[in-house]
Nanobody, 122 residues
Framework: QVQLVESGGGSVQAGGSLRLSCVAS????????MGWFRQAPGKEREGVAT????GTTNFRDGRFTISQDSAKSTRYLQLNSLKPEDTAMYYC???????????????????WGQGTQVTVSS
């Protein structure tokens, strides 16, 4: 089992930045892909960025960057130039399967955190 805990959400004005963190524990060494996803009220959950264990990344939006620490126990999502439409609950998720490029498809991920809220005001 893998446990994931997100932090770093909050309220920010449009144009601001936030850095979200996701700490993995348990059998975290089995993680091959880590993804960040978001879900706004009334909308489906969507992929934002992913990172493979070797550091290969995949993005939906160039304003957001994903990284990991050298121990690969914490993954980060840097949110820049935030817009009101970025308001959502942000989740990190982990997959233990190997992909050439970690997918932005939420169905590919087995473990999920509880989420951290990001609210952007205009």
């Amino acid at each position: 089992q893998v446990q994931l805990v997100e932090s770093g959400g909050g309220s920010v004005q449009a144009g601001g930045s936030l850095r979200l963190s996701c700490v993995a524990s348990g059998y975290s060494g089995s993680i091959r892909c880590m993804g960040w996803f978001r879900q706004a009220p009334g909308k489906e959950r969507e992929g934002v960025a992913t990172i493979r264990s070797d550091g290969t990344t995949n993005f939906r939006d160039g304003r957001f960057t994903i990284s990991q620490d050298s121990a690969k126990s914490t993954r980060y999502l840097q949110l820049n130039s935030l817009k009101p439409e970025d308001t959502a609950m942000y989740y990190c998720a982990a997959a233990t399967w190997w992909y050439a490029t970690c997918p932005l498809d939420l169905n590919s991920y087995h473990y999920w955190g509880q989420g951290t809220q990001v609210t952007v005001s205009s």
